[in-house]
């Protein structure tokens, strides 16, 4: 039975993610009537916990934030051109697949732009503009823009259109980079470009890479020991149109940031998101990315795990791809709408952990060890996003509210207290947070300068309660849903996020200088 994640695994390992989490929420509200005191026990525990895990990840923001200053002020290019021979420098090409649906073409050009203004090479660069056929209109506009405008730009570019239907896959920006890594394969082919020296970059049509991104993903690359068995991941920054969005969606798009900062800093969890890369030859070996799933990103881990028997890892580059933030031309009332959807999307990648658990129980060759540490891990990260923003904003005072008899017990009387201290101290985070978005953060145009200060103020002013309701909103809300429907079996389509065609210039993004 072909299901939600890609590939053949039971139904019911699907129930798992909705199951642990509806299950503690469930386990809460009984113990909470059955054995309050308990209940408030554990909530004083799982509160001190998720403090100190806090002051982890703010110590992890700091350390990403002082390798992302440092690398990016480095000169790749001259590092990739001091240390490596120069034959096997100028032999290494970057293929760039742009994917696009129904994106405007200005959109489109941005990046391109941003891929032109790169300091690398244009020779070694080779684009393909993935698009659909089923946009075909879009898809036409988007060649026409590229003949007239790059034609002779980088090393090669051209235009592919991904056929609709075609049996097998499901509609998802999976099967449209597939397509376009076949036609990829056949140019290299007839070029007589080996795949081992080739090193491909997967870009959705927002996303605009670092001048130093293709210098500094090749030195990782050169100096990586196995680069078959590697990807590489940039930072994504949601800078691209940080000023114009809405203030909540803003902290959405620099939490979403910070988080990628933060899981730089420790490789072993890190994951293929968005904007990343890998070796052609690799790609050729897994047969792409998947077309069977909406969330082909972190599933493209996994079937790289499985291809090369736990012979993956996920390489940190400290250099950003910068992205949009959630903004949608049709009001700001729509943008809150797209960012719950693209949340909720993104939530879709829980469907792995039946797909892994699966071939992790299967597979006897993975070590041993690994394998269920990457489970736990996986099945780790998915509670937790659903979960623990609920947890700890409901589960710590219902108790008070659902036994009468609990307010007779010496705890009813302590807890409050020491759980909202704990919560509060938890906000020592906000600062280290709000500090490196200071040092973080695109200049304020000038038309928007005085209104976005004020927003800015605004933001900290009100943090200790907006966030906990963005939190749930744009985090746990999302997951909870996609994992529900999972337990039901109601998949879930691949969805564009609408695109706004309005880009910020960040030429002079501080860090980017």
Same mark, same amino acid.
């Given at each position: 039975?072909?299901?939600?994640?890609?590939?053949?695994?039971?139904?019911?390992?699907?129930?798992?993610?909705?199951?642990?989490? =509806?299950?503690?929420?469930?386990?809460?509200?009984?113990?909470?009537?059955?054995?309050?005191?308990?209940?408030?026990?554990?909530?004083?525990?799982?509160?001190?916990?998720?403090?100190?895990?806090?002051?982890?990840?703010?110590?992890?923001?700091?350390?990403?934030?002082?390798?992302?200053?440092?690398?990016?002020?480095? *000169?790749?290019?001259?590092?990739?051109?001091?240390?490596?021979?120069?034959?096997?420098?100028?032999?290494?090409?970057?293929?760039?697949?742009?994917?696009?649906? #129904?994106?405007?073409?200005?959109?489109?050009?941005?990046?391109?732009?941003?891929?032109?203004?790169?300091?690398?090479?244009?020779?070694?660069?080779?684009?393909?503009?993935?698009?659909?056929?089923?946009?075909?209109?879009?898809?036409?506009?988007?060649?026409?823009?590229?003949?007239?405008?790059?034609?002779?730009?980088?090393?090669?570019?051209?235009?592919?259109?991904?056929?609709?239907?075609?049996?097998?896959?499901?509609?998802?920006?999976?099967? *449209?980079?597939?397509?376009?890594?076949?036609?990829?394969?056949?140019?290299?082919?007839?070029? #007589?470009?080996?795949?081992?020296?080739?090193?491909?970059?997967?870009?959705?049509?927002?996303?605009?890479?670092?001048?130093?991104?293709?210098?500094?993903?090749?030195?990782?690359?050169?100096?990586?020991?196995?680069?078959?068995?590697?990807?590489?991941?940039?930072?994504?920054?949601?800078?691209?149109?940080?000023?114009?969005?809405?203030?909540?969606?803003?902290?959405?798009?620099?939490?979403?940031?910070?988080?990628?900062?933060?899981?730089?800093?420790?490789?072993?969890?890190?994951?293929?998101?968005?904007?990343?890369?890998?070796?052609?030859?690799?790609?050729? #070996?897994?047969?792409?990315?998947?077309?069977?799933?909406?969330?082909?990103?972190?599933?493209?881990? =996994?079937?790289?795990?499985?291809?090369?028997?736990? #012979?993956?890892?996920?390489?940190?580059? *400290?250099?950003?791809?910068?992205?949009?933030?959630?903004?949608?031309?049709?009001?700001?009332?729509?943008?809150?709408?797209?960012?719950?959807?693209?949340?909720?999307?993104?939530?879709?990648?829980?469907?792995?952990?039946?797909?892994?658990?699966?071939?992790?129980?299967?597979?006897?060759?993975?070590?041993?060890?690994?394998?269920?540490?990457?489970?736990?891990?996986?099945?780790?990260?998915?509670?937790? =996003?659903?979960?623990?923003?609920?947890?700890?904003?409901?589960?710590?005072?219902?108790?008070?509210?659902?036994?009468?008899?609990?307010?007779?017990?010496?705890?009813?009387?302590?807890?409050?207290?020491?759980?909202?201290?704990?919560?509060?101290?938890?906000?020592?985070?906000?600062?280290?947070?709000?500090?490196?978005?200071?040092?973080?953060?695109?200049?304020?145009?000038?038309?928007?300068?005085?209104?976005?200060?004020?927003?800015?103020?605004?933001?900290?002013?009100?943090?200790?309660?907006?966030?906990?309701?963005?939190?749930?909103?744009?985090?746990?809300?999302?997951?909870?849903?996609?994992?529900?429907?999972?337990?039901?079996?109601?998949?879930?389509?691949?969805?564009?996020?609408?695109?706004?065609?309005?880009?910020?210039?960040?030429? *002079?993004?501080?860090?980017?200088?």
């Amino acid at each position: 039975m072909t299901v939600a994640g890609g590939d053949d695994h039971p139904r019911w390992l699907e129930f798992l993610p909705a199951t642990l989490t =509806w299950g503690s929420f469930g386990l809460l509200l009984i113990g909470s009537f059955l054995a309050p005191a308990i209940v408030a026990s554990f909530m004083l525990v799982y509160a001190l916990f998720w403090f100190s895990r806090s002051l982890l990840m703010s110590a992890r923001l700091i350390v990403g934030y002082v390798r992302y200053r440092r690398d990016i002020q480095r *000169n790749w290019l001259q590092e990739l051109n001091d240390h490596y021979p120069r034959d096997t420098v100028d032999q290494l090409y970057h293929l760039v697949i742009v994917a696009v649906s #129904k994106e405007d073409p200005l959109i489109v050009a941005s990046t391109l732009e941003a891929i032109k203004a790169s300091e690398y090479p244009m020779r070694q660069l080779l684009v393909v503009v993935a698009c659909e056929a089923r946009f075909a209109e879009n898809a036409a506009a988007v060649e026409q823009m590229i003949q007239k405008d790059y034609r002779k730009t980088f090393g090669h570019i051209f235009v592919s259109k991904h056929p609709p239907d075609i049996q097998g896959e499901v509609i998802g920006k999976g099967g *449209n980079i597939s397509w376009a890594g076949r036609l990829s394969e056949r140019y290299l082919d007839s070029q #007589k470009i080996s795949y081992d020296r080739v090193i491909c970059t997967t870009l959705d049509a927002d996303n605009r890479v670092h001048k130093k991104y293709f210098a500094a993903l090749s030195c990782a690359l050169l100096r990586h020991p196995t680069p078959l068995y590697a990807s590489f991941q940039p930072i994504p920054m949601f800078f691209n149109n940080i000023w114009d969005v809405p203030l909540p969606i803003r902290s959405v798009a620099l939490g979403s940031s910070f988080w990628q900062i933060m899981e730089s800093t420790r490789p072993y969890r890190l994951r293929n998101f968005s904007a990343h890369a890998q070796s052609f030859a690799a790609l050729v #070996k897994t047969d792409y990315w998947s077309v069977k799933t909406a969330v082909e990103d972190g599933h493209q881990f =996994w079937r790289t795990y499985f291809r090369f028997q736990g #012979k993956h890892d996920v390489v940190p580059l *400290n250099v950003p791809v910068y992205q949009d933030a959630v903004l949608s031309p049709k009001g700001y009332w729509e943008t809150f709408r797209e960012q719950y959807l693209q949340k909720r999307r993104w939530a879709c990648g829980c469907s792995d952990i039946p797909y892994v658990l699966w071939r992790v129980y299967r597979n006897h060759s993975l070590p041993r060890f690994d394998k269920w540490l990457q489970v736990a891990r996986l099945i780790e990260g998915h509670y937790s =996003w659903a979960t623990t923003s609920v947890i700890l904003a409901f589960f710590g005072w219902i108790p008070r509210y659902l036994n009468p008899g609990f307010q007779n017990e010496v705890i009813a009387y302590t807890f409050p207290p020491l759980y909202g201290s704990i919560l509060t101290l938890a906000l020592i985070g906000l600062v280290v947070t709000f500090s490196v978005s200071v040092l973080l953060l695109p200049p304020v145009p000038k038309n928007r300068l005085k209104r976005s200060r004020f927003s800015v103020v605004l933001e900290w002013v009100t943090a200790p309660i907006l966030l906990p309701i963005s939190n749930i909103a744009f985090s746990s809300l999302p997951a909870i849903d996609a994992q529900t429907r999972l337990f039901f079996g109601k998949y879930l389509e691949f969805r564009v996020t609408e695109k706004h065609t309005h880009r910020q210039d960040i030429s *002079n993004h501080p860090a980017a200088r």
